[in-house]
């Protein structure tokens, strides 16, 4: 079982700039996916970005794409996810998540994910 722990939320005007980092311990992740998901009240949670670890391969929702960007720093064991020109409806939860074994293709179901963090709260104010 791998430990994840988010941190970096906090309260931003629009068009700032927000940087979350997820702390991985417990396990190698050799072979792992990391991913970033989001929640925001009375809504599902939603995939926002996932890397794999060994490859650095990564994948996007569509509203995202071109302002977040996701990354892994191997040696630290931890995942960041860097977000540029925020929006009031980037608010949420932000949750790290983790997944053993790559067998190609994108996961990005909450049920593909095993492993989360405690979240983080990124809100955006306009």
Known sequence: QVQLVESGGGLVQAGDSL???CAASGRTL???????FRQTPG???????????????SYYTD??????????????????????S???EDTA???CAA???????????VREYPNWGQGTQV???S
């Open 93 to 95: 939860v932000y949750y």
């Open 123 to 125: 809100t955006v104010s």
């Open 19 to 21: 940087r979350l980092s």
């Open 63 to 84: 509203s995202v794409k071109g302002r977040f960007t996701i990354s892994r720093d191997i040696a630290k064991a931890t995942v960041y996810l860097e977000m540029a």
């Open 30 to 36: 050799r072979n792992y996916v990391m991913a970033w």
């Open 99 to 109: 997944r053993s074994g790559y067998y190609g293709g994108h996961y990005y179901y």
């Open 43 to 57: 809504k599902e949670r939603e995939f926002v970005a996932s890397i794999t670890w060994s490859g650095g391969s």
């Open 86 to 88: 925020l929006k009031p």
